[in-house]
């Protein structure tokens, strides 16, 4: 059986000898400790670019060997939620296009699968639209997730109304927002695929909703699903937005196919820490980062350990 790792391959091992992940200024804590601490634990796992990756990749194939596959990832996200108590499992986009499984069947089988391992949310990443518009509202009655972008206006589309800017989810008295946000289509997708579906710059957009969420809303945390991209020299991108960025805790990319072996620290525009991270393509890994809140709901700490599936 393949290996299924953590990014980081120590954290990886310390889950399963049974102990929960090592926070800075803090020994393993178990739940006993965290209750008599006043402190919750929240998992957040996600993925990216899936690619209809169904199964794992061939045993002949010359980079990823039997990795992947949505069973190992399913096996690995159930034994998570039996150790932890509040977990988010989400996706930053483009679920199809890559194997034979996604010519047959559209899309039905992935939100079908994502459905069963009970995904949250997801965004829009650009080969979503590879079947065109009006095939991922076709494929939406199989998903039981949410979808969330904030800078597509869909209204003259048949996806109007059925795209949510946020989410906001609450696990055990925290508030966790969650945003999404896509890459720009024109010159990347043919525009009889997203027909007259309107890009908008996602920065000022992102901040907006990160403030509705956190100041107005309430919310103790604030996640964006981002199909831009790690890096890119010309056109926006997560860590050319991050720095830009108020209110956003954690950015979870997409688009760019990146491995990160840890989420990366970014001082937004105001100073404060917001993470990015992403965990490469096609359900190799499987992101992991847990975030501590203390009694009156403030952030404390983080501890990543993302996974090789």
């Known amino acids: 059986m393949a290996e299924f790792k953590y ?3 120590r954290d990886f091992l310390k889950y399963f000898a049974g102990t929960t992940a090592v926070l800075a200024g803090f020994p393993a804590l178990s739940k006993e400790i965290l209750v008599k601490k006043d402190l919750v634990k929240l998992t957040i796992l996600y993925t990216n670019d899936i690619h209809s990756r169904i199964e794992p990749f061939p045993s002949n194939d010359p980079k990823y060997a039997d990795k992947g596959g949505f069973a190992r990832r399913s096996a690995v996200v159930e034994s998570i ?4 108590d509040n977990v988010l499992l989400l996706d930053a986009g483009d679920i199809f296009q890559g194997t034979p499984y996604f010519n047959l069947y559209q ?27 009006d095939n991922i509202t076709k494929q939406m009655p199989h998903a039981t997730f949410s979808f969330i972008n904030c800078n597509y206006d869909f209204s003259n589309t048949s996806l109007n109304n059925k795209i949510v800017p946020y989410k906001i989810f609450e696990k055990q008295g925290i508030k966790i927002g969650v945003l999404g946000y896509g890459v720009e289509l024109e010159g990347l997708v043919d525009k009889k695929m997203y027909k007259d579906t309107v890009y ?20 103790d945390y604030v996640i964006a699903l981002s199909h831009l991209g790690f890096k890119d020299d010309k056109k926006i991108s997560d ?9 956003i805790d954690l950015i979870i990319g997409g688009h760019s196919h990146t491995f990160l072996e840890h989420p990366i620290k970014v001082p937004n525009r105001v100073g404060k820490e ?16 847990d975030v501590y809140f203390s009694q009156n709901n403030k952030k404390i700490s983080h501890n990543s350990g993302n996974r090789k599936i």
Request: hydrophobic fraction near 40%; charged fraction near 20%.
């Open 7 to 9: 990014q980081n391959r």
């Open 81 to 84: 939620r039996k150790e932890s």
């Open 107 to 133: 899309g039905e089988l992935e939100y079908k699968l994502m459905s069963l391992m009970k995904y949250d949310a997801t965004t829009i990443g650009n080969h979503d639209f590879d079947l065109g518009i």
């Open 200 to 219: 908008q710059n996602p920065l000022p957009i992102a901040n907006a909703t990160a403030k509705l969420l956190k100041l107005d809303l309430g919310c």
């Open 239 to 247: 860590m050319s937005m991050a720095p830009q960025t108020e209110n």
């Open 274 to 289: 917001v993470y990015v991270t992403q965990v490469g393509w096609a359900g190799i890994w499987l992101g992991k980062l």
